[in-house]
C-alpha cells in the first residue's frame, strides 16, 4: 500500500490550498480515509475523515474552513482548505490506517 500526498505549499493568511492524497494498493472507495496533521514540536493531530459509506467528520478546528472528498475513479481522497490561519501550519499526511504516506508541507504566513 502507497499512499502520496501532494498539493502543499506557502499560503497567506486567508488563503486557500488543496491537498491530495492518491493511493496504490488499496481501494479508497471501500475504506475509511483520514487526513492528519503534524507541526513543528506537536504531536500529529486528527484533522478529517471520510467514511466508506462517504460520512465526513472534522476536528473542530477545522470545522467549516476544510473539506475533505473522495473521487473513486481516480482513487483520491481530496482536503482543501479555506480561510487558512498560521495555527494551520503543519506537515499533513493521508492515513489509511495502518499505512501513513508521505506527508506535505502547508506553511501559513500571517
Known amino acids: 500500500v502507497q499512499l502520496q500526498a501532494s498539493g502543499g505549499g506557502l499560503v497567506q493568511a486567508g488563503g486557500s490550498l488543496s491537498l491530495s492524497c492518491k493511493a496504490s494498493?488499496?481501494?479508497?472507495?471501500?475504506?475509511?480515509v483520514d487526513w492528519y496533521r503534524q507541526a513543528p514540536g506537536k504531536q500529529r493531530d486528527f484533522v478529517a475523515r471520510?467514511?466508506?459509506?462517504?460520512?465526513?467528520n472534522y476536528a473542530d478546528s477545522v470545522k467549516g474552513r476544510f473539506t475533505i472528498s473522495r473521487d473513486n475513479a481516480e482513487n483520491t481522497v481530496y482536503l482543501q482548505m479555506n480561510s487558512l490561519q498560521p495555527e494551520d501550519t503543519a506537515v499533513y499526511y493521508c492515513?489509511?490506517?495502518?499505512?501513513w504516506g508521505r506527508g506535505t508541507q502547508v506553511t501559513v504566513s500571517s
Open positions: 494498493g488499496i481501494r479508497f472507495s471501500i475504506n475509511d
Open positions: 471520510i467514511s466508506s459509506g462517504g460520512r465526513t
Open positions: 492515513v489509511k490506517p495502518p499505512h
